[in-house]
Nanobody, 115 residues
Framework: QVQLVESGGGLVQPGGSLRLSCAVS????????MGWYRRAPGKQRELVAG???????NYADSVKGRFTISRDNAQNTVYLQMNNLKPEDTDVYYC?????????WGKGTLVTVSS
């Protein structure tokens, strides 16, 4: 079973930064395009950023210029560098395949942006 383990969330003030990590089972990472998603309570899960196997990236309009997705194929890990965080970025962040999010979701990592 493929496992997704997200980490790196926490409490940060507006304007601050966090770096999220997602460890992915080696069996699928090298052949998968990956994405970071988020879902606040009562809302649908949305794509935040996606990255292809050759590191072509895609971002939601709301995070362009502030977030950067990257991957380390040797470590089977995908990252999300989040800068200039805003209160509206408060959410639980998940990683999964992109597009399609066909893997079983991990527990996610909570990001709280508040003063």
């Amino acid at each position: 079973q493929v496992q997704l383990v997200e980490s790196g969330g926490g409490l940060v003030q507006p304007g601050g930064s966090l770096r999220l990590s997602c460890a992915v089972s080696r069996a699928i990472f090298g052949i998968s395009d990956m994405g970071w998603y988020r879902r606040a309570p009562g809302k649908q899960r949305e794509l935040v950023a996606g990255i292809t196997r050759d590191s072509t990236t895609n971002y939601a309009d709301s995070v362009k210029g502030r977030f950067t997705i990257s991957r380390d194929n040797a470590q089977n890990t995908v990252y999300l560098q989040m800068n200039n965080l805003k209160p509206e970025d408060t959410d639980v962040y998940y990683c999964n395949k992109w597009p399609g999010a066909t893997l079983i979701w991990g527990k996610g990592t909570l990001v709280t942006v508040s003063s």
